[in-house]
């Protein structure tokens, strides 16, 4: 029975979630498997991976044959190396506490590796937010001045009708001043002539 190892969908539309499994490589994607030995998260950044390294190098020991997907997923969790550091062992080149030594000095790179990628990201998105903080500060402060360079020719034209008022209503009384003026001098002339007459 040719056995490999795989990604079973879950989750819904839109939002895929995979298990890693061991499966009968005649049976349906979502169908009957052997093993779930872990499971796959594309959704986040970094992708969440959860995997059981030593069932997985169990498999591959036994000649399970991975699809591209989980090869590159067994490859990122170390199965893949250690089934080499494995062999290794098998040969005789390397003893047990050699491989393992090398084994975690591998992990602890990769999560060093990891720890960065998840730092330059929150990073990022930071600097992100801050440009685009800046930009909307940048777009309220010029609304901000255009509004005021429009209010200031209508302040000044109500400037300038205030005072056109304001001499209007000076040229009015001083129009209307003559004009009493004016109507008082001819009532003292019809007076004059009626008392002479």
């Known amino acids: 029975m040719p056995v490999k190892i795989r990604l079973q969908r879950h989750g819904k539309k839109g939002k895929p979630y995979f ?16 093993e779930k030995i872990g499971f796959y998260n594309p959704t986040t950044n970094p992708a969440q991976i959860d995997l059981d390294v030593d069932s997985a190098v169990k498999w591959l020991q036994n000649g399970a044959q991975p699809t591209d997907t989980a090869r590159a ?17 098998r ?7 050699q491989a393992e030594a090398k084994f975690n000095e591998w992990l602890e790179q990769k999560s060093g ?3 960065h990628k998840k730092a330059s ?13 800046a930009a909307e500060k940048a ?17 000044e034209a109500n400037e300038e009708a205030e005072v056109e008022t304001e001499a209007a209503e000076t040229a009015t009384e001083e129009t209307a001043g003559e004009e009493t003026a ?12 009626e008392k002479e007459a």
């Open 19 to 34: 298990w890693i499994i061991a499966a009968d490589s005649r049976a349906k994607r979502d169908g009957k498997f052997l």
């Open 73 to 89: 997923i067994l490859s990122y969790k170390g199965a893949l190396m250690k089934n080499h550091l494995a062999g290794g062992v």
């Open 91 to 97: 040969k005789g080149a390397l003893t047990e506490e």
């Open 113 to 115: 590796s990891i720890d």
């Open 121 to 133: 990201l929150s990073e990022a998105k930071e600097k992100e937010k801050a440009e685009k903080l």
């Open 139 to 155: 777009v309220s402060d010029k609304r901000a001045a255009d509004a005021a360079a429009a209010n200031a020719p209508v302040e």
């Open 182 to 193: 004016t109507a008082e001098a001819p009532a003292e002339e019809t007076n004059e002539k």
